[in-house]
């Protein structure tokens, strides 16, 4: 009569250890059937990004030396940006004009470099800036943004000895993420 | 009474309590000893059980808005069961379809596209059988007005035993 409690006790273990081993089991000592699951994340990261329009060029319009009046007109572009991640430290966009108050036109044809009679001083000006530095963007708007930016021609600078002709320059707006 | 029935039925006497509860007895009838024999039976249920491996989570990437290519990442797990003719177990996941994830320390959402291999259990084999989650975020999805940050969500894949 001994080996058959052995057995027995046998088999419990032997059932027990299964159990224990696996995450759905079936239960030996209740016969009840039990269900298991298993979690997986998914998971995505969203960057920060910005759409910069290209602004249009400015053209000014045919100064003469024996004006008076200074001569002005401006462009627009607008920036349209996702909000940043909300945690942690972050600091704004810069959105920036190089040069950012004057710039210097130089006559189309002349010699290189040069000379001083071929280069004209134009004035500019952003709007809206920020108070710091650069336009003033709003972080927390997903709306397209406005930007405008002027340049003025000093009558001053239409002398006598400016040959006539198209004088150019280049303005660059950017935007640095600053992580 | 003589001496041999005298010792006869003390004999009687003595064994008949034997004979009750044991199963080895002594047949007054026919005053011969005989050998005899009781059997039972020794039962063990082996039940379907499995094991479920967990899959790896999904990391579908950084993505922009202001871009046009979707990300389609997948994961693998494995179901090893035993064979049996009853209690088959059935594979599910779930969310089906699609899953939204949300943003962390916020409440903006992503819905990801959720993709699985045939969740079908092989109940002959006893071989770990795989299986496959696929999740796509379409671009579409990802608009300007979604802060930059992490979205997740959790998809939970089960084993069940049929009543």
């Given at each position: 009569m001994r080996p058959w409690p052995l057995v027995l006790l046998g088999l419990v273990l032997s059932a027990a250890s299964v159990a224990g081993a696996g995450t759905a089991t079936l239960d030996p000592s209740t016969n009840a059937k039990t269900s298991t699951s298993e979690q997986s994340e998914v998971s995505v990261t969203v960057g920060r990004a910005c759409i910069l329009s290209k602004p249009a060029d400015i053209l000014l319009s045919t100064a003469y030396w024996t004006s008076t009046a200074d001569i002005v007109n401006t462009t627009s572009f607008t920036m349209q940006c996702n909000e940043p991640n909300s945690t942690g430290f972050f600091a704004g966009l810069d959105l920036s004009m190089s040069p950012n108050d004057t710039l210097t036109l130089v006559r189309v044809g002349a010699p290189d470099p040069a000379g001083d009679d071929d280069q004209?001083?134009?004035?500019?000006?952003?709007s809206p800036l920020n108070t710091d530095f650069g336009f003033d963007f709003d972080e927390t708007n997903t709306a397209p943004q406005t930007f405008?930016?002027?340049?003025?021609?000093?009558?001053?600078?239409i002398t006598g000895n400016k040959p006539a002709g198209t004088y150019q320059g280049t303005v660059t707006i950017a935007i640095d993420f600053p992580f | 009474m003589n001496?041999?029935?005298a010792a006869l039925l003390s004999l009687f006497v003595f064994s008949s309590p034997l004979a009750s509860a044991g199963t080895a007895t002594f047949d007054p009838s026919t005053s011969a000893a005989t050998p005899t024999s009781e059997s039972f039976m020794v039962q063990a249920?082996?039940?379907r059980a499995c094991v479920?491996?967990?899959?790896?989570?999904?990391?579908?990437g950084t993505l922009y808005w202001t871009g046009t290519s979707s990300s389609t990442k997948s994961t693998d797990f494995t179901v090893q069961c035993n064979v049996g003719t009853s209690g088959n177990?059935?594979?599910s996941v779930l969310p089906s379809g699609s899953l939204a994830l949300t943003r962390t320390n916020g409440t903006e959402q992503v819905t990801v596209n959720l993709e699985t291999?045939?969740?079908?259990?092989?109940n002959t084999v006893s071989t770990a059988q795989s299986f496959s989650i696929s999740a796509t975020l379409p671009a579409t999805q990802v608009t300007v007005d979604k802060p930059a940050g992490t979205y997740t969500g959790t998809v939970t894949v089960s084993v069940d035993f049929a009543p």
């Open positions: 004209l001083t134009v004035n500019l000006t952003g405008t930016v002027t340049a003025t021609l000093p009558a001053a600078q | 001496k041999t029935c249920t082996i039940g479920l491996s967990k899959p790896a989570d999904i990391d579908l177990p059935t594979l291999s045939n969740l079908s259990i092989d």
